[in-house]
């Protein structure tokens, strides 16, 4: 019993983490799948939407308006840094433009530090801090928020995917570039979309782990290797496989930090990070692409 | 309707057609025959804007030569690729949507309906499978999938790039005959082929392109009782051509 007792506190505050870790690695796959590269500026697009949220709530205290503006202004951020830094270049090889990306990263993230300086902002939680009690566990709301929206936002995802022609467009053009082109589709107009998809969900993710974390130019960085991970985890491209891939991650580091210290956190993510690597370098739901 | 003049395509550094000049006139269907690597697939995909090219390709008057890809599908120029490039892990349905992807931004619904009718008319089996997943239908099935597609964009011009490639001579015979079943609609096609006595049969005109440069050109039937052609392109024994059979 003593081992189990607090194992739904591990499993909770996992799931948590990993629910966001997921939202960031949702967004490295859409990317993935429009492009072929990695876009290493996901995790600041985490930070400028919990920083941009914060802003917000400040102007005026409403947090329903805050998500909203937060996820917008980084949508247009997504969108912008797509066509300002990756479409001029003449030369458009994906290990340039993955450079490109991580100069992007640390150019968002000076302007940042210039912009809101080097404290760490509070978002209030969504609904108050009053825990829940589940037999030895408790639950914050804000928990309970980051999953459930969490899950509506993939709900909402998979269905925009399934279900509308652009998104059926941008599966094909990750399916067949070439056939979805002479289909009429315009791959620069779904690289468009999925910059901005991308940069919507890291902010989500940014703004859901604000009140937990706390706001800070610099959370970028770390968010972003993490939901790297989870994608890789789970296999890049697959929105499933991003999904299980945070989740698994999330669960882990947390267990990790319960049982062992919370000092091998970030060890324990990128060990199975580099275990995936060798035993299943597709992925945990990749196909052999 | 498409003419072509002195047109240059390249793939890096490679130059991959030399000065090809061409016509497809409307309703005719004008087969491109050539050995592999002649360059045949480059000229379609030239037409469609998916390879750099220098020199003039005219559709309907309007120069398309540098146009994106999308650009030259919305004047109605559609590709059937080779190897058939079907969005595999798509269900059927799916792909025919796509097909019809520019058409649904402009808010043509009751053609497009009318359409999807029209493509399983042609290809009743697709009609039973639209649930399916491209990726597991037959050769055959995917063959008439990725002409259906092709069709959904409701094209003046078609291009098909090897329809025949990989699938059986009856199936072959069936994709052949729709093909005619086209032109009757009034449908322009220009159609690549290895299997160039059935392509010289449907045919109206016919190029011969070797090593990127068009060498021969004329009615289809003439094309067939050519020695040069007979030869080279339709198999016909060295020794039967030497003693003029």
């Known amino acids: 019993m003593d081992i189990f007792a607090p194992l739904l506190q591990y499993l909770i505050s996992g799931l948590t983490n990993g629910a966001i870790y997921a939202l960031i690695a949702l967004g490295f796959g859409i990317i993935y799948n429009a492009t072929t590269i990695i876009n ?33 202004v980084v949508t247009v951020v997504g969108v912008v840094f797509e066509r300002l830094a990756l479409r001029p270049v003449k030369d458009p090889s994906p290990i340039t433009l993955i450079i490109i990306t991580v100069g992007g990263a ?59 022609l652009a998104g059926k467009a941008m599966r094909a053009c990750a399916y067949n570039n070439r056939a979805a082109r002479l289909m009429g589709i315009s791959a620069g107009r779904m690289v468009q979309l999925s ?35 989870a994608a890789i985890i789970g296999g890049l491209g697959s929105l499933l496989g991003g999904v299980l891939g945070g989740l698994v ?14 000092g091998y956190r970030d060890a324990v993510a990128f060990l199975l990070l580099l275990l995936v690597l060798f035993l299943r370098p597709q992925g945990l739901m990749g196909g052999g692409k | 309707m498409l003419k072509i003049r002195n047109l240059h395509a390249f793939y890096g550094s490679v130059l991959a057609l030399s000065g090809v000049t061409c016509h497809v006139r409307e309703g005719e269907v004008v087969a491109l025959i050539g050995a592999n690597g002649a ?7 030239a037409i469609c804007g998916l390879v750099r090219t220098q020199g003039e390709v005219k559709f309907q008057g309007k120069n398309v030569a540098g146009l994106a890809p999308e650009d030259i599908v919305a004047l109605g120029i559609s590709q059937v690729p080779e190897g058939r490039q079907l969005f595999a892990p798509m269900t059927v349905a799916e792909n025919l949507e796509l097909g019809a992807y520019l058409r649904f931004r402009r808010g043509h619904k009751k053609e497009i309906a ?75 096609v220009l159609l690549v ?10 045919a109206d005109r016919a190029y011969v392109l070797e090593t990127g440069r068009i060498i021969l050109s004329g ?22 051509f030497t003693e003029g059979r």
């Open chain 1, 40 to 72: 290493f500026a996901q995790g600041e697009m985490v930070m400028l939407g919990a920083m941009a949220a914060i802003s917000f709530y400040h102007l005026h205290p409403s947090l329903p308006l805050a998500f909203a503006a937060g996820m917008g």
């Open chain 1, 106 to 164: 640390v150019f968002i993230k000076g302007a940042a530090m210039m912009l809101w300086g080097k404290d760490a902002y509070p978002l209030p939680p969504f609904t108050g801090n009053v825990p829940i009690y589940l037999g030895t566990a408790t639950v914050l709301p804000q928990n309970l928020w980051v999953m459930g929206l969490t899950a509506a936002l993939v709900l909402a995802l998979e269905a925009f995917f399934r279900l509308t």
């Open chain 1, 195 to 229: 910059f901005g998809l991308a940069a919507a969900l890291g902010a989500g993710a940014g703004i859901l782990i604000a009140p937990l974390t706390l706001g800070v130019y610099d959370m970028g960085l770390m968010l972003g290797l993490k939901g790297f991970s």
């Open chain 1, 249 to 262: 991650l999330g669960v882990a580091e947390s267990l990790a930090t319960g049982f062992i210290s919370s």
């Open chain 2, 39 to 45: 360059g045949k697939s480059t000229l379609l995909n």
């Open chain 2, 114 to 188: 009318q359409d999807l009718e029209h493509a399983y008319g042609l290809f009743p089996r697709l009609k039973e499978r639209l649930s399916q997943k491209a990726g597991t239908l037959s050769g055959g099935e995917q063959q008439m999938l990725a002409i259906a597609r092709a069709l959904m964009a409701r094209p003046r011009l078609l291009l098909l790039d090897e329809p025949s490639l990989g699938l059986a001579p009856i199936v072959v015979e069936d994709i052949l005959s729709t093909l005619a079943r086209l032109r009757d609609e009034g449908l322009t």
């Open chain 2, 193 to 202: 082929e290895q299997n160039a006595r059935a392509a010289l049969k449907i």
């Open chain 2, 219 to 240: 009615a289809a039937q003439d094309l067939l009782q050519d020695r040069q052609v007979t030869r080279a392109y339709l198999g016909k024994d060295y020794k039967e």
